[in-house]
Nanobody, 113 residues
Framework: QVQLVESGGGLVQPGGSLRLSCAAS????????MNWYRQAPGKERELVAT????????NYADSVKGRFTISRDNAKNTAYLQMNNLKPEDTAVYYC??????YGKGTLVTVSS
């Protein structure tokens, strides 16, 4: 069965960086685009970025353009989200997603001084 496991979240100060990972299993990873979503307290879940099966990054949310980079390593069945210059408004639970409605359990990112 499809499994997505996020890791790499934590507490970071404004201006800091984190790299999130999404370990995938149960399907042929290289054939699927992968997404990162996030949900802040009291807000709807929003799409952060997409990495296509051709390894092209698309669909960056306006609020993260120039600061976040999505990538993938098909040999490791893993998607990544590199987050730089983090801001308090980036505080959210970050979820990995595959088409078909598959989400991981999420990893919490807290940006605070």
């Amino acid at each position: 069965q499809v499994q997505l496991v996020e890791s790499g979240g934590g507490l970071v100060q404004p201006g800091g960086s984190l790299r999130l990972s999404c370990a995938a299993s149960g399907f042929t990873f290289r054939n699927y685009p992968m997404n990162w979503y996030r949900q802040a307290p009291g807000k709807e879940r929003e799409l952060v970025a997409t990495i296509t099966s051709a390894d092209i990054a698309i669909n960056y949310a306006d609020s993260v353009k120039g600061r976040f980079t999505i990538s993938r390593d098909n040999a490791k069945n893993t998607a990544y989200l590199q987050m730089n210059n983090l801001k308090p408004e980036d505080t959210a639970v970050y979820y990995c997603n595959r088409v078909g409605g598959y989400y991981g359990k999420g990893t919490l990112v807290t940006v605070s001084s």
